[in-house]
């Protein structure tokens, strides 16, 4: 039988891209860490979607780095900043799926929290592929975040 401070959740990674259900696994990853007293690393993986023109017909490419990085810095994270919760941020370039899971371990998180659904479409009302693959393959433990249930 393991100790129960061995099984403490200390870290908590959080999968964070501005779609409703990533802000709702923001959310839900700061109301646990201040419950628990964790630090909260919250990443962003930089990929296609981020270097897509702001517009389709211009032939520039806006500067995703600095684009997203003001993202993942103001409103991507503001619930956890809000929360005064220890907090990291983390951008990386590559699949999401891989950067979280690699994140996973690198940080020692006890816990990876991301949204059903991301900003790639998507039936809504299926899990997304990146939350799909961090379920199948993340030997942290995963808490995966709906959407905001509707109002009919």
Do not use: C, Y
Request: proline fraction near 8%; charged fraction near 20%; hydrophobic fraction near 45%.
């Amino acid at each position: 039988m393991s100790n129960l401070a061995d099984d403490a959740i200390r870290t908590i990674l959080v999968g964070v891209d501005g779609s409703p259900e990533s802000e709702r696994a923001a959310a839900f990853a700061s109301t646990l860490a201040r419950q628990l007293g964790a630090d909260v690393v919250a990443a962003h993986a930089v990929g296609l979607l981020d270097v897509w023109p702001e517009h389709p017909e211009s032939k520039i490419r806006p500067n995703s780095h600095a684009r997203v990085e003001g993202l993942l810095e103001g409103p991507w994270t503001a619930s956890l900043r809000n929360a005064g919760v220890p907090l990291r941020l983390v951008l990386r370039d590559g699949p999401p799926s891989i950067v979280l899971l690699a994140l996973a371990v690198e940080t020692g998180a006890d816990l990876l929290v991301v949204g059903r659904r991301g900003v790639g479409r998507s039936d809504p009302s299926a899990m997304g592929s990146t939350a799909a693959k961090i379920a199948q393959l993340s030997t942290t433990p995963v808490v995966v975040v709906p959407a905001a249930p509707t109002v009919d």
